[in-house]
């Protein structure tokens, strides 16, 4: 396979605008989720203003206008691609991505396979840069945009193609988003840090380094009766404060 497909920053905001994540999120994941359109970063950190950023709108004829600039008008040309996913999660990920080869077909005409790998194996191959296109998520490990930031970090990748890049799996380098992310990093005010971010994130969307399709989003059942359980994006729960009032109570107060 031609594996320079995506040295074209054409071809990539080309797919970006060929996928119609609003419906993804609406019919395949059930409303499960928040359409990937902000960049890399999801819009839930506080003093993060996610919606000040140009994300991706679904624009078939911008998406086709891109294709034909990067050489491949109407799909013409465009080699056999494959998608590699991940089992595990239920069937999500191949129904996201049965989605996601059926509107690059119609919207590009381009031919998508799909080719599903256990995690192991799929991670292996994209870490060690043999997948060409392929399924990735990422949780935060705390509560910083820096957590999803770093993994489009240049300096996190590898000195060999060979050896694995754990973080930047994509190997994706531009030296402006490097510069504003190191910034970042040795701001202390947090309002000028998170300008920063933003600002990096801004180049990455404008460089299409990524395909961002939903953010994820979870529901937790708690019993009416329940008191000091908060919900929080970090699922970190003190038990030590819990407590439960009966449940007469809590319907007389709900």
Not at 119 to 125: D, K
Request: overall charge neutral; glycine content about 6%; cysteine-free.
């Amino acid at each position: 396979i031609q594996s320079d497909i995506f040295d074209k920053k054409e071809v990539r905001l080309a797919f970006n605008y060929a996928i119609d994540r609003e419906k993804i999120v609406t019919y395949t994941l059930q409303g499960e989720g928040i359409p990937g359109i902000y960049g890399i970063v999801p819009p839930t950190f506080k003093d993060y203003d996610s919606k000040s950023l140009k994300g991706y709108t679904f624009d078939v004829d911008k998406a086709r206008k891109y294709l034909a600039a990067g050489g491949y008008p109407n799909g013409k040309g465009f080699p056999k691609l494959t998608l590699q996913i991940n089992s595990g999660g239920g069937d999500r990920n191949i129904q996201t991505g049965e989605v996601i080869q059926k509107m690059l077909k119609e919207n590009l005409n381009i031919d998508i396979e799909l080719n599903v790998l256990p995690f192991a194996e799929h991670l292996e191959s994209m870490e060690t840069g043999k997948s060409l296109f392929w399924r990735t998520g990422w949780n935060a490990d705390y509560p910083d945009p820096e957590t999803f930031l770093s993994l489009l970090y240049s300096k996190n990748i590898p000195k060999n193609l060979s050896d694995k890049s754990y973080l930047n799996s994509g190997r994706y380098r531009n030296a402006k988003f490097d510069s504003l992310y190191s910034a970042a990093m040795q701001e202390v005010d947090v309002k000028k840090r998170m300008n920063l971010y933003l600002q990096a994130d801004q180049v990455a969307i404008d460089d299409a380094a990524i395909m961002p399709i939903f953010y994820d989003e979870n529901y937790r059942l708690v019993q009416i009766n329940v008191r000091s359980f908060p919900v929080n994006p970090m699922e970190y729960r003190d038990l030590t404060r819990v407590y439960f009032i009966p449940k007469a109570e809590a319907q007389k107060r709900n």
